[in-house]
């Protein structure tokens, strides 16, 4: 029998939009668990599970303290079944054995290795895995055909794995920076995802441009890249833009190639032959995800807020945009479908006003 003064513990809303959600983080060892069984839900396929898991471990990380029996978790949103099962497990054994399975299992750890390539994703994993591949070895080994981008993810697997640190993000930025102004006086540059959140690391640096005239030229920083085109039509009228200007590119995935600490003072130059065969212990560059995204003015206040994330807070925005506000929020604009236009903004905190939310800074939203 439960006494109920005892059991009102914790009251968070159900949209991750409406919560504050920083990086202090009181239940590591939970939210650590419930993330990997989204992951695994990613990588087989079962994005509603994934999701699920995703809003059960951002309700965990929104807590104010550490949970210590089940009993505390009532009442509270987004915690389904099968995530309380896992807790109830952690709670009272120290671990999760589903977790713990998934963990060991073999599908799960050639998924992670594949798919930690640059340029392989779910479906191309699984496919090698069902031919036999489980390692980078075996991958080498078995003479599947390689695109580009995956060249380059096993050419730089170990430079990809390291987490990017906030020192190197900024590095970048200044040399991102200077490339672009260098050909686009007005531009503006912006660090978003993971690093505007306030994370100390990520997997790779995130960066929005902001009107772009005129191609850019990183040339000689990058060791990949592929580009995709805005293809959004413009709020009110007109078609696309047209399709022949291939210059211009809304998002460009590109490895990049960041000199050492000490050498970062001096230009960087092109790859040279010495460079492809460095040692490891020698390094003198490494090789970092960048990715670039590039929006007209108009539509910055759209891109800043669609690429700050974390993921499952934009997942929560939409939601909220489209079941309580009827509108359609995207990384470009914001539409209104009961008066049938788009709703123009300058900055996040109008978006936030339109939604009917009260403003969360980006340090606040790590959902
Ligand atoms: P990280 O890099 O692992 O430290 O973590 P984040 O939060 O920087 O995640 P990342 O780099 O995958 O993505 C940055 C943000 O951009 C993410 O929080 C949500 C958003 N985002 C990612 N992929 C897409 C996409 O395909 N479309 C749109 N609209 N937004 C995306
Ligand atoms: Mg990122």
């Known amino acids: 029998q439960i006494d109920e003064a005892e059991v009102v513990a914790f009251s968070v809303p159900s949209y991750a939009c409406l919560r504050r959600t920083t990086l202090d983080n009181h239940n590591p060892v939970l939210t650590d668990a419930l993330s990997l069984l989204a992951e695994n839900a990613e990588l087989s396929d079962e994005d509603g599970r994934g999701v699920a898991f995703r809003r059960a471990a951002a309700v965990l990380k929104a807590l104010p303290e550490p949970v210590t029996g089940v009993t505390q978790l009532r009442g509270l949103p987004c915690l389904g079944g099968h995530s309380l099962r896992v807790i109830r497990d ?14 060991q299992s073999e599908r799960f750890k050639a998924l992670k290795v594949l798919t930690d390539i640059f340029g392989v994703g779910a479906k191309t994993a699984e496919r090698w895995i069902r031919d036999g591949i489980h390692s980078l070895h ?23 794995k390291q987490p990017v640190t906030k020192a190197e993000a900024d590095a970048i930025g200044e040399i991102v920076e200077e490339a672009v102004v260098s050909v ?23 960066f929005l441009i902001t009107h772009p005239e005129e191609v850019l030229s990183l040339q000689g920083f990058l060791l990949y890249q592929k580009t995709t085109r805005n293809s959004y039509l413009e709020a009110k009228d007109g078609p696309a833009r ?24 001096t230009k960087q130059t092109e790859n040279t032959p010495e460079d492809t065969c460095r040692l490891a212990a020698h390094s003198r560059w490494r090789a970092v995800r960048v990715d670039l995204v590039v929006s007209p003015i108009s539509q910055f206040a759209f891109a800043l807020l669609g690429w700050t994330g974390s993921k499952l807070f934009e997942r929560e925005l939409r ?11 995207s990384s470009h604009a914001l539409y209104d479908n009961k008066q049938g236009r788009y709703l123009k903004a300058t900055s996040e905190e109008e978006i936030f006003t339109y939604l009917g939310l ?3 800074p980006p340090s606040e939203r790590n959902a």
Not at 90 to 103: D, H, M, P, W, Y
Not at 138 to 157: D, I, K
């Open 242 to 265: 047209p399709a022949s200007n291939m210059d211009r590119f809304e998002r460009c995935f590109s490895i990049f190639k960041l000199a050492d600490a000490e050498k970062r003072g």
């Open 184 to 206: 686009l006086p007005g531009a503006q540059i912006t660090l978003i995802g993971g690093f505007r959140r306030g994370k100390l690391t990520g997997h790779d640096v995130d």
């Open 358 to 360: 009260e403003y969360i």
């Open 138 to 160: 075996q991958l080498q080994e078995s003479g599947q055909t390689l695109n580009r981008a995956q060249q380059a993810g096993l050419e730089h697997y170990d430079d990809l």
């Open 90 to 103: 952690i709670l009272e054994n120290g671990a999760s054995s589903e977790v713990e399975f998934t963990k």
């Open 319 to 329: 939601r909220w945009a489209g079941h309580e506000k009827a509108m359609s929020l």
